[in-house]
C-alpha cells in the first residue's frame, strides 16, 4: 500500500499534526519494511517532529534495534561520518542515545555509542547517561555503564523540569521545583526520587554523598533533598555513610534539621539530631529550626515536632544539672594547705640561679599572707 500511494504522487516527506513524517512514525512503530521502502525512495532521515525527535530518537526510545541499524546504516553511507547522529538534540537536549537511556535500552547504547567513551556523551545540559540512569532509576544501565568507567561524580545543571523533588508520602504527591542555576551529580537525582537502591549503588562506586558545589550559593547536598524528599530510610543511610548533618546551604545558612522542621518530619529531624545536627543551627535571618515548625498546615505534625524540641531542652537542661552537681561534689575546697606554690614559668625559672628562685617563691607566698613568705619586695635589673 506504501508503495501504491507514492506511486501515486504522494509526498514521501509530508508531515501529520505532530510534524512527524512517515519515517517518523514507521521508525515509532516498528514498521522495519515501511522504514527500508521509504529510505530507497529518498525519505530523509533528519527531520524532526514537535517535540525534536528524529526517527533515530523515537527507534532508540522504543528498542526498535533492527529499524535502529537500518537508519545507521543509512546514515553512515549519506554522510560519510560515524558520529552524524551524535549532535541531533532534541527539545529536552537529548541526543538518540539518552532517549534509550531513559528507558533503561542497553543495546540501543551500544549500537549509539560508537567509538566515544561513555562519559562523553552529554546532553545540552552537561549530563551523562549516568545522570540519565539514576533520574529514571535504570539500576540494569547504571551497573553496565559502571563496567564502562563512567566518572560517577560528573557535575551538571539539568533541565528545570529533571530536578524536582517527589516527596516519599503519596499524601503529599506534589512536586517541588528547585532553583536554578544548579550543580549537581547523579546522587542528587536519586536523592530527590527517594530511590535507595540506586543511591546504594552511586555511593558503592564512589559518589560523594557530601557532594555540594563551591560557586552555588543555592547548593544542596545529596541528604538535604534526601530530607526534602520525605524518606527517612534514605536519610538514615546517608547518614550512615558519612552524609554530615551539620551542612548547610551557603545562600541561607539552612541546615537538612531546617528542612526536616520546615516538612514537620518528626523522625527524619530525630534521626538528623541522633547523628549530631545542631539544634541551635541558626539561618541569616536568625531562625532556629524549631521556629520554622509555625508554618506547618498539620496541626498533628506541628504538636509533635514542637513536643519534641520541648522534651529535647528539658533533658539536655537536667542534664547539664546533673553535671553541675556531680562537678561541685568532686570539687575540692580551697584552704591555705591545698592552695599550691605558684612556681615562676618554666621559660624564666631556666635562667634564674638557685638563690633567685628561691626569692621569687618566698615573694609569692608574702603577696598571699602565707608563712614563710619574706616581708620584702624584690625587682629585677
Not at 508503495?3 to 509526498?11: E, F, R, V
Not at 537502591?197 to 558545589?213: C, K, Q, R, S
Amino acid at each position: 500500500m506504501v508503495s501504491l500511494l507514492l506511486d501515486l504522487g504522494s509526498d514521501i516527506e509530508a508531515k501529520d499534526n505532530w510534524a512527524r513524517t512517515s519515517l517518523i512514525n514507521a521508525a515509532k512503530n516498528n514498521r522495519l519494511e515501511v522504514v527500508n521502502l521509504l529510505l530507497k525512495r529518498g525519505a530523509d532521515a533528519t527531520p524532526e517532529d514537535v517535540q525534536g525527535m528524529t526517527a533515530l530518537h523515537w527507534a532508540a526510545k522504543n528498542n526498535h534495534l533492527g529499524v535502529l541499524r537500518t537508519l545507521l546504516s543509512h546514515g553512515n553511507a549519506r554522510f560519510k561520518n560515524r558520529t552524524w547522529f551524535q549532535t541531533c538534540y532534541n527539545k529536552h537536549g537529548d541526543l538518540p542515545i539518552h532517549s534509550a537511556s531513559r528507558n533503561g535500552h542497553v543495546e540501543p547504547i551500544k549500537l549509539l555509542k560508537g567509538d566515544r567513551p561513555m562519559s562523553d556523551l552529554w546532553t545540552k545540559h552537561g549530563e551523562t547517561l549516568l545522570h540519565v540512569a539514576a533520574l529514571h532509576n535504570q539500576i540494569p544501565l547504571a551497573r553496565e555503564l559502571f563496567r564502562d568507567t563512567i566518572d560517577v561524580n560528573t557535575w551538571a545543571k539539568p533541565h528545570s523540569y529533571h530536578l524536582r523533588l517527589w516527596p516519599h508520602d503519596e499524601t503529599e504527591y506534589q512536586s517541588k521545583a528547585l532553583p536554578l542555576p544548579y550543580n549537581i551529580i547523579p546522587l542528587h537525582y536519586t536523592c530527590t526520587r527517594g530511590y535507595y537502591e540506586m543511591t546504594e549503588l552511586l555511593i558503592e562506586n564512589g559518589a560523594w554523598v557530601n557532594a555540594a558545589p563551591d560557586n552555588d550559593d543555592h547548593g544542596l547536598s545529596p541528604l538535604m533533598m534526601a530530607v526534602e524528599c520525605g524518606n527517612t530510610n534514605l536519610v538514615c543511610f546517608l547518614l550512615a555513610r558519612g552524609a554530615k548533618a551539620t551542612a548547610t546551604v551557603p545562600a541561607t545558612l539552612f541546615t537538612p534539621l531546617h528542612f526536616a522542621c520546615k516538612r514537620g518530619d518528626i523522625e527524619t529531624a530525630q534521626e538528623l539530631v541522633r547523628y549530631g545536627a545542631k539544634t541551635g543551627a541558626r539561618t541569616k535571618d536568625l531562625r532556629a529550626p524549631e521556629e520554622l515548625v509555625q508554618k506547618i498546615k498539620d496541626t498533628k505534625k506541628r504538636a509533635a515536632v514542637e513536643g519534641y524540641f520541648a522534651e529535647f531542652s528539658r533533658q539536655r537542661y537536667a542534664k547539664i544539672k546533673a553535671q553541675m552537681a556531680e562537678n561541685r561534689q568532686k570539687a575540692t575546697p580551697l584552704t591555705p594547705e591545698t592552695i599550691p606554690s605558684p612556681q615562676p614559668p618554666q621559660q624564666i625559672t631556666k635562667y634564674l640561679s638557685a638563690r633567685e628562685s628561691g626569692i621569687y617563691a618566698r615573694h609569692a607566698l608574702c603577696e598571699r599572707g602565707l608563712p614563710g613568705g619574706a616581708a620584702c619586695f624584690y625587682t629585677w635589673d
